[in-house]
């Protein structure tokens, strides 16, 4: 669900979005039966291996578990704000990873129609040398924000179009010396 609020001339643009990625659900299913397994492993004690083989069963059984679960419940969905100040993205229920991105440091952006997981080695928070910092939760249109020194911030969200709208405004109410309280010239 996306919603944009227009300002009166001189006001804070400000926009907030968001996509989402249910298949992260599954994956998550499996990081919790991993721990599941772990945890059982470490109840139902030795069996006739000796204790050696149970603890790296369950030290692995229990990693492997909770990298994949948290790892997984992270990137479920992100939420993009922008307001005249900056534009901020949280990732997944807790907010964490988290960026924010000050509008000074911001040149342009632009809504890129597909991004995809397989571009960006699958999802999360990723970055690649040659097309910058990215967060992907799905398959899908985004918004590519150039911070300058051919630096790029790309973000997976639902109405990119209305996000780039909001990143231009903001740029060029900042660059017309408007104040984001709406007492504008």
Known sequence: MTHAHRPQTGAAQ????????????VLA???????????????????????APLVMS???????GL???????????????IDYDAVHVRCGHIGLPR????LEDVSDAEVKMLISPRTWGGWGYR???ELGTAVVVRRGPGVVIELGGGRHFTVTVDDP????????NCLRLRGSGHPATGAGA
Do not use: K, Y
């Open 14 to 25: 400000e926009w907030t979005g968001r996509a989402s990625n249910r298949m992260q659900w």
């Open 29 to 51: 299913a499996a990081g919790a039966a991993c721990l599941a397994l772990g945890i059982d492993l470490a109840v139902d004690g030795p069996g006739t291996s000796g204790l």
């Open 58 to 64: 369950v030290v692995g059984c229990l990693a492997v």
């Open 67 to 81: 990298l994949v679960l948290f790892g997984t419940i992270a990137f479920t969905h992100v939420h993009v704000s």
């Open 99 to 102: 960026r924010r991105i000050p």
């Open 127 to 129: 970055w690649r040398p």
């Open 161 to 168: 179009e209305g996000a780039v709208l909001a990143i231009r």
